[in-house]
Nanobody
Framework: QVQLVESGGALVQPGGSLRLSCAAS????????MVWYRQAPGNGREMVAS???????NYRDTVKGRFSISRDNAKNTVYLEMNSLKPEDTAVYYC?????????WGQGTQVTVST
């Protein structure tokens, strides 16, 4: 069974930075495109960034130029570097594979951008 563990979330001021990690166990992620999602209170889950098995990234328009997704297949981990954070980035962040069905969801990591 695949397990995903997200970490790195925190309370940060606007303009700050965070690095999120998603560690997978139970499978090797190297063959899979991976994706970071986020869900804010009262909103549905939305795609933030994805990365192909070959390392090609894709971003939602609102985070382009601020966020960077990467992967370390040797560590079985996907990262999300977030810079110039805005209050509207506040959400719980989750990772998973792009393909369906999704793996079991992790607990997510809370990112709060506030003064």
């Amino acid at each position: 069974q695949v397990q995903l563990v997200e970490s790195g979330g925190a309370l940060v001021q606007p303009g700050g930075s965070l690095r999120l990690s998603c560690a997978a166990s139970g499978t090797r992620i190297s063959a899979y495109a991976m994706v970071w999602y986020r869900q804010a209170p009262g909103n549905g889950r939305e795609m933030v960034a994805s990365i192909s098995a070959g390392g090609i990234p894709n971003y939602r328009d609102t985070v382009k130029g601020r966020f960077s997704i990467s992967r370390d297949n040797a560590k079985n981990t996907v990262y999300l570097e977030m810079n110039s954070l805005k209050p509207e980035d506040t959400a719980v962040y989750y990772c998973n594979r792009v393909a369906t069905p999704a793996w079991s969801w992790g607990q997510g990591t809370q990112v709060t951008v506030s003064t």
